[in-house]
C-alpha cells in the first residue's frame, strides 16, 4: 500500500506560539509532497507544493514566511505555522504523491486550534 | 485556468435510493479525472478515476464516465447504504504535472 501519515492529529495552542506539522510516506519515497488547507463545509485549499531537497513553491496569497515547509527527506515533510494567530485555525491535510501508482495519497489531517 | 464544479449539498438520500453528485470540469488538454472521498473523522481517499474519454472508473459500488463532450465526471451509485454517508470531492489533474484542482466538495447523508 501506500500510507502517509500526520503528527499531531490535533494541536491546540496559544496565540503567538510556533506549530509544527509532521507528513510522512510510510512505505515509499516521494519528492513531492503538498500541504493543504480545509476550512469548515470548504474544500481544499493548496498551500504550497514541497520538493524534496529543494525550497517549496507557494500558491499566491499564502504567506511564506508564516508557513514554513521543510523537505528535507524523500519521507518527510514538515509545515510550521509561525506565530500563530486564531484566524490560523483550521484542518491541515498533506498528501504524497507516489509515481509508481501515478497519484496523490493523503495523510489524515491536523486539527490546529489556535487560542 | 482549469477548473471543477460540483453540486452544492447536503444531498440527503434514503437507503437504497439512486445516487448521482454532478461534477463538470474546465480544463485544457487531457487532464485526469478523480473522485476522493472523506469519512466522518477520516482523510482522504482515492474513491476512482479515469484518465481518458470514455473511460469509466468504478469502486465499491460507485461509477463515474469521463465524458469529454460535455465535460463531465458524475458520480454514481444504483443502492446507497448508510455507511456512504460522507463528503465526496471531485477534482481533475493536468496532464502536465501533479497537482489537483478540487471541487467544493458533496456531503451526502443517507438516513437508514
Known amino acids: 500500500g501506500a500510507v502517509v501519515s500526520q503528527h499531531p492529529s490535533r494541536v491546540i495552542c496559544k496565540s503567538g506560539t510556533s506549530v509544527k506539522i509532521e507528513c510522512r510516506s510510510l512505505?515509499?519515497?516521494?519528492?513531492?509532497m503538498f500541504w493543504y488547507r480545509q476550512f469548515p463545509k470548504q474544500s481544499l485549499m493548496l498551500m504550497a507544493t514541497?520538493?524534496?531537497?529543494?525550497?517549496?513553491?507557494?500558491e499566491q496569497g499564502v504567506e511564506k514566511d508564516k508557513f514554513l515547509i521543510n523537505h528535507a527527506s524523500l519521507t518527510l515533510s514538515t509545515l510550521t505555522v509561525t506565530s500563530a494567530h486564531p484566524e490560523d485555525s483550521s484542518f491541515y491535510i498533506c498528501?504524497?504523491?507516489?509515481?509508481?501508482?501515478?497519484?496523490?495519497?493523503f495523510g489524515p489531517g491536523t486539527r490546529l486550534t489556535v487560542l | 485556468g482549469d477548473s471543477v464544479t460540483q453540486m452544492e449539498g447536503p444531498v440527503t438520500l434514503s437507503e437504497e435510493a439512486f445516487l448521482t453528485i454532478n461534477c463538470t470540469y474546465t480544463?485544457?488538454?487531457?487532464?485526469?479525472l478523480f473522485w476522493y472521498v472523506q469519512y466522518p473523522g477520516e482523510g482522504l481517499q482515492l474513491l476512482l478515476k479515469?484518465?481518458?474519454a470514455d473511460d469509466k472508473g468504478s469502486n465499491k459500488g460507485f461509477e463515474a464516465t469521463y465524458r469529454k463532450e460535455t465535460t463531465s465526471f458524475h458520480l454514481e451509485k444504483g443502492s446507497v447504504q448508510v455507511s456512504d454517508s460522507a463528503v465526496y470531492f471531485c477534482?481533475?489533474?493536468?496532464?502536465?504535472?501533479?497537482?489537483?484542482?478540487w471541487g467544493a466538495g458533496t456531503k451526502l447523508i443517507i438516513k437508514p
Open positions: 479515469a484518465t481518458k
Open positions: 480544463a485544457t488538454g487531457y487532464p485526469s
Open positions: 512505505d515509499f519515497q516521494a519528492t513531492t
Open positions: 514541497s520538493n524534496e531537497g529543494s525550497k517549496a513553491t507557494y
Open positions: 498528501s504524497a504523491q507516489n509515481t509508481v501508482y501515478n497519484e496523490q495519497f
Open positions: 477534482a481533475l489533474r493536468a496532464d502536465s504535472n501533479y497537482q489537483l484542482i
